[in-house]
């Protein structure tokens, strides 16, 4: 160290770094101890704080003078090429940003919103670049509406860590290819199953780039009861409409107890719902086709499913409702691909924790200027990456 200078009144330390005349400097390229060639300019970097000042080092980085390969700056031992800060302080921000918004970090730490997304952005990259080539077994292909409006990102999720392996703007085939470069061949042949939803340039991407896909595809049984639960909604309201004009109503404030899953109600929750459901009402007829078809899901033999589908087919087209016959039309066109849940038993429901990061995330979304940190921050707080700088 050369010299320290207290600047007070701005609450900011400085610290001049030097170096002893006869320091040998490894080369960047092959390592071999070299001598001094110059140095470069002056540059700054920002350090952990000594108390409550601003810790700023200063230095003049070496080139060493490699006989094999001319001129080079050193590596320096507290930065990383190109950061402004040291690599204590970007572990020290990254922590902080794992715990709290960029907002109260941007406060906490006196950085400004372009300091926070370099810092994540070098995060992700590390964490991306360390990511060792384990096996991936099952994945899920998930769209997520950006902002409101239409923008969607693609996101690849691995079922089994519960973590976010790749991000992509859009939801077209072209999003998903971008994907499977980022595997190892052994790591794409690995996959064993894919949960997605019934959504076709998703499937194409699939089909192109694993073998044997149409074994591997499993339609999401949560977005099945999506589609059959929005079935049994419109019935309902056109027949409350109907009934309420007759001063009946009985269907007044019960959309919900038609979409929710029967094992989430409590005893006497389902008591209460007994003469509803048990009626000769139209929706409790949709509603009960929509149960048999989940019924599908409980199955253990591929060929006990089929013949409830077929049974359940049957009955679904000749229920007279429109919007539960183009429901079970499109299950019986998908059926193969919803039949695989009985083999691999996936679900695109990722893990609860998960779940609640993307929410954050998204929540705090509107502090983004752009997609491409939208997509930092996914990584940065879904990736289950090991960002941290390694100390050299
Ligand atoms: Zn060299």
């Known amino acids: 160290m050369d010299r320290v200078e207290l600047k007070l009144e701005q609450g900011e330390v400085h610290i001049h770094l030097g170096h002893a005349e006869d320091t040998r400097w490894p080369c ?78 941007a406060q906490l730490l006196g950085l400004s919103w372009d300091e926070i997304h370099g810092i994540m952005e070098r995060a992700v990259a590390r964490g991306l670049a360390r ?109 409350n409409r109907i009934l309420a004009s007759e001063g009946d109503p009985r269907l007044i404030g019960t959309k919900y107890d038609w979409l929710r899953n029967p094992a989430n109600f409590t005893r006497t929750e389902w008591d209460e719902f007994k003469a509803l459901r048990q009626s000769k009402l139209k929706t409790a007829r949709a509603w009960a086709l929509k149960e048999s078809a989940m019924g599908l ?8 499913a089929r013949k409830h589908f077929k049974f359940w087919y049957n009955w679904a087209t000749h229920c007279r409702l429109e919007s539960v016959i183009s429901v079970a039309k499109m299950l019986k066109g998908r059926l193969p691909n919803i039949l695989t849940y009985l ?36 990584y940065f707080h879904c990736g289950g990456l090991d960002m941290v700088p390694s100390s050299s």
Request: glycine share 6%; hydrophobic share 35%.
């Open 28 to 105: 960047p390229e092959c390592g071999s101890e070299c001598g001094l060639y110059d140095h470069q300019p002056e540059r700054s970097w920002r350090h952990l704080d000594t108390c409550q000042y601003q810790t700023i080092l200063h230095a003049e980085p070496p080139r060493s003078n490699c006989e094999a390969h001319g001129p080079r700056v050193v590596k320096l031992p507290w930065a990383e090429a190109g950061s402004r800060f040291t690599l204590l302080f970007e572990r020290l921000t990254i922590e902080w940003l794992k715990a709290a918004s960029r907002k109260a970090v």
């Open 297 to 304: 899901f409980e199955f253990l033999k591929e060929s006990q």
């Open 131 to 239: 990511r060792r080539a384990e096996p991936v077994t099952y994945i899920g292909v998930d769209e997520k509406a950006f902002r409101k409006g239409h923008h969607y990102l693609t996101l690849v999720n691995d079922l089994e860590r519960g973590c976010v392996l790749y991000v992509a703007e859009e939801r077209k085939q072209s999003s998903l290819d971008g994907f499977w470069p980022t595997l190892t061949d052994e790591q794409r042949d690995g996959i064993q199953g894919v949960a997605m939803d019934m959504w076709d340039p998703y499937i194409a991407s699939i089909r192109a780039h694993l073998a044997d896909a149409d074994s591997k595809i499993v339609f999401d049984k949560f977005h099945i009861a999506g589609h059959l639960g929005d079935a049994v909604d419109r019935v309902r309201r056109q027949e």
């Open 343 to 378: 083999t691999h038993r996936i679900t695109n429901a990722t893990s609860e924790s998960l779940n609640a990061k993307i929410q954050w995330v998204k929540y705090t979304a509107r502090g983004f200027r752009n997609r491409v940190n939208f997509k930092t921050a996914i």
